[in-house]
């Protein structure tokens, strides 16, 4: 069996990657909206870049817009708690319910089956899918 080499992102030892190069880093990288992790990096322009393995499917994109619309949630029930808003507690309440029950059931049929792992990354870092990995991170 061959050996991965996994590359520390901290150290910038990835720095000698040409665009279009791929190699795997030391840390597990979580999609934030799918929770597919990989620790495949493809050298872009600006540096590595992470691409989700879950992205090709169909469910990512709606699962995506449920994130973002639950995190819309949240802070409107930040608002509502602190006393800054009048809206209906219990109908936000049971919005956040549904909704956060949707997105794990989503997330449970992408379970595993996407995951892009080599060697043994020691940490898991979560990301979300549309930004480009930053070294400063
Ligand atoms: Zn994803």
């Known amino acids: 069996m061959v050996?991965?080499?996994?590359y520390n992102m901290d150290s910038n030892n990835w720095a000698g990657f040409k665009q279009g190069d791929r190699f795997r880093s030391d840390v597990s990288y979580k999609c934030g909206v799918c929770h597919t992790k990989t620790n495949?990096?493809?050298?872009?322009d600006d540096g590595p870049r992470l691409i989700c393995p879950g992205i090709q499917e169909d469910l990512h994109?709606?699962?995506?817009?449920?994130?973002?619309?639950?995190?819309?949630?949240?802070?409107?029930f930040e608002d509502c708690h602190a006393g800054n808003s009048v809206e209906d507690l219990d109908k936000l309440l049971r919005d956040r319910h549904y909704l956060g029950r949707c997105i794990d059931q989503v997330r449970a049929s992408f379970g595993n089956n996407f995951n892009n792992i080599e060697g043994?990354?020691?940490?898991?870092?979560e990301y979300w899918s549309a930004?480009?990995?930053e070294t400063q991170l």
């Open 3 to 6: 050996e991965i080499r996994l």
């Open 61 to 76: 994109s709606v699962l995506e817009r449920n994130v973002k619309e639950d995190q819309r949630l949240d802070l409107r």
């Open 131 to 133: 930004k480009k990995y």
């Open 40 to 44: 495949d990096l493809l050298m872009d």
């Open 120 to 125: 043994d990354p020691q940490r898991v870092v």
